[in-house]
């Protein structure tokens, strides 16, 4: 019988907890002739078993649910996470570009550096069993369960690219010889990656397709070559490595290569018509706070969270003071849009005000029940994630069950314009473009906004431009900017040109002269008297809206961004691209015999 080898030393403690948990709800239970591998992956009930066990190290409080969904991606030219002007926080630190090796808050065996090879490692037995003993073709249960592993495998390794560079590379599950590894070349590591989600693109099935990818819970063929579409662009996209920020020099990782398979695979999808844009904006953010998880729409794939697992809305929700008529947990609101962003939106974007939110749910009464209070011009929520929009109340202290969004649809949408514009030029990338445009315009400016806007961009780089800014009202409170900005060479330089946009509106200066310097607000009207609203009318947040609309009205000063904030943007005298990954924390370093260290100057 083969088991997992229990380990010490570069796995962790975390590492040694989840594996020997693994080991025993798989490999070590009270029957142990029946749960022998050539049972667990001949049979389609164990084997899923053992798939959802490749995720459960996500749900950690140090993993993906506390560490890295909450604090991973920050700070961009749109996110801006609070505790970066908080002087010695260790969350701060992270945001800044300022992380040392022993950061209080990721500096523990339990640290989700470790849980991703946690979770890779249980890949690996499911991958290696099913291959021995599954026979996992196309078309059958098995094969879309390696399928899954394949493809989770990959989401763990292109996480750990992304966030450390240079990584160990455990593609078979560990034996006494392999316990302790040096870093591989990244390199190495999304090419094998690239190729399983190839494999695994021919073994899952599409959305809906089967009775295993009937909601966005499970990995299906729209994700996994969407998916495979984005690693392709980040590959072949400039990073840092240990001699500089530069592409990779594997001829396998080029521009054509990469672009080309990103190319492929995102007109597959978008040709296969199993997934699609919600055709408003506002509807999709409101279906995915209800916890819709139909497959076959905009959403390819979500971590999933337990009611009781998972920090999304804890983390980014519009923020609420108390407990109040939406939630009893009275959170939200560590992190927000820039407070530029707003102002950069045009005033018809549909997206603007779903994206970004001027107020909090203030003190609750004794009735539990809470208005909605203008916040300051520093503070701005995401809109995307609100308690107000769920369909259950959050009970729960820490966790609020909302999962997280891996990747949607617009995103294939914009890859597509962004290969074919490389590949083909700027007429090739239009059709792609309007799309996303033309749901986030009214139709009555669709001529001016989407054709006439599109139709403008006469080169390859006022393309690549365009789509850069399209990346930014589409997907701002996402998180996904900082790894786009990196690909692309862009992420010092935008930083730096998102300081000198918050001196200007904090000034009203340049391209923010117009910006009101004050608010009118009251409270909409109820049908019932004597009863308030929580919900806040607004007057003011456009530019020029300089006039009070009525003496129903009161006046609300729009003036408070302060220098700490602007200037803890990144942290003043380092170079973000000197800093585009975290070091890896001291604990693996000292638990690996001297096989890890850090690159990149730490």
């Keep these: 019988m083969k088991k997992l080898i229990i380990i010490t030393g570069i796995m962790c403690v975390a590492f040694f907890n989840s594996c020997q948990e693994f080991e025993e709800d798989f490999l070590e239970g009270p029957a142990k002739s029946a749960l022998e591998p050539n049972v667990i992956f001949s049979s389609e009930d164990l084997t899923k078993g053992a798939i959802d066990g490749i995720i459960e190290p996500m749900g950690q409080t140090n993993s993906y649910r506390g560490r890295y969904i909450p604090l991973y991606g920050f700070n961009t030219d749109t996110e801006y996470h609070f505790s970066s002007d908080q002087p010695g926080s260790s969350q701060g630190a992270l945001m800044i570009y300022d992380a040392t090796p022993t950061n209080p808050q990721m500096n523990t065996n339990?640290?989700?550096?470790?849980?991703?090879?946690?979770?890779?490692?249980?890949?690996?037995?499911?991958?290696?069993?099913?291959?021995l003993y599954g026979n996992p073709e196309p078309g059958t249960v098995l094969g879309q369960y390696l399928g899954e592993a394949l493809t989770l495998r990959a989401i763990y390794y292109a996480d750990l690219l992304k966030t450390w560079g240079d990584v160990q590379a455990r593609f078979e599950p560990i034996s006494e010889e392999t316990v302790f590894l040096e870093k591989t070349n990244r390199d190495i590591i999304y090419k094998q990656i690239i190729a399983d989600l190839g494999e695994a693109a021919t073994l899952v099935?599409?959305?809906?397709?089967?009775?295993?990818?009937?909601?966005?819970?499970?990995?299906?063929?729209?994700?996994?070559?969407s998916f495979r579409a984005r690693l392709a662009l980040a590959a072949s996209g400039f990073q840092q490595y240990p001699d500089g920020v530069r592409r990779s020099n594997d001829p396998e990782l080029s521009v054509e290569n990469m672009y080309t398979l990103a190319l492929n695979e995102a007109t597959d999808v978008i040709e296969s018509g199993k997934a699609s844009l919600n055709p408003s904006f506002e509807q999709f953010w409101r279906n995915y706070n209800a916890e819709q998880i139909f497959a076959g729409r905009e959403s390819l794939w979500e971590i999933p969270f337990a009611d009781g697992r998972g920090r999304v809305a804890f983390s980014f929700a519009v923020r609420h003071r108390?407990?109040?008529?939406?939630?009893?947990q009275p959170r939200g609101g560590t992190a927000?849009?820039?407070?530029?962003?707003?102002?950069?939106f045009d005033e018809t974007d549909l997206r603007r005000d779903v994206t970004c939110v001027p107020y909090q749910y203030g003190n609750p009464d004794e009735d539990e029940f809470a208005q909605q209070e203008l916040t300051n011009l520093g503070t701005w929520y995401f809109g995307k994630y609100r308690y107000e929009w769920m369909d259950r109340r959050v009970t729960s202290t820490n966790d609020d069950g909302?999962?997280?969004?891996?990747?949607r649809y617009a995103e294939v949408l914009l890859i597509a314009a962004?290969?074919?514009?490389?590949?083909?030029?700027?007429?090739?990338?239009?059709?792609?473009?309007?799309?996303?445009?033309?749901?986030?315009?009214p139709s009555s400016v669709h001529p001016e906004k989407v054709d006439a806007y599109v139709d403008g961009i006469g080169s390859s780089e006022a393309m690549l431009d365009a789509i850069i800014e399209e990346y930014k009202y589409e997907f701002t409170g996402e998180m996904i900017r900082k790894q786009n900005l990196i690909r692309w060479n862009r992420l010092a330089s935008s930083l730096d040109e998102t300081k000198e946009k918050l001196f200007n509106l904090k000034n009203r200066t340049g391209e923010y002269s117009d910006v009101p310097t004050t608010l009118y607000f009251k409270y909409e009207e109820t049908d019932i008297e004597g009863e308030e609203s929580e919900f806040l009318i607004i007057y003011g947040l456009n530019r020029n809206e300089n006039e009070s609309p009525g003496p129903d009205y009161s006046a609300y000063d729009w003036i408070t961004l302060e220098d700490d904030q602007i200037n803890s943007v990144y942290q003043v005298g380092v170079n973000p691209d000197n800093r585009q990954f975290w070091p890896i924390w001291q604990v693996f370093l000292d638990a690996s015999n001297g096989q890890l260290q850090n690159d990149y100057g730490y």
């Design 322 to 328: 108390g407990i109040d008529q939406h939630t009893e």
């Design 336 to 344: 927000g849009p820039q407070p530029n962003v707003f102002y950069d």
């Design 205 to 225: 099935a599409w959305p809906n397709d089967t009775p295993q990818t009937a909601t966005s819970e499970r990995i299906n063929k729209a994700f996994v070559k």
């Design 418 to 441: 962004e290969a074919a514009n490389q590949l083909q030029g700027p007429a090739a990338a239009k059709p792609y473009l309007k799309d996303v445009r033309r749901r986030a315009f």
């Design 402 to 407: 909302l999962n997280k969004i891996y990747m």
């Design 110 to 131: 339990n640290n989700v550096f470790g849980q991703m090879y946690s979770g890779i490692e249980r890949a690996n037995l499911c991958i290696e069993g099913l291959r």
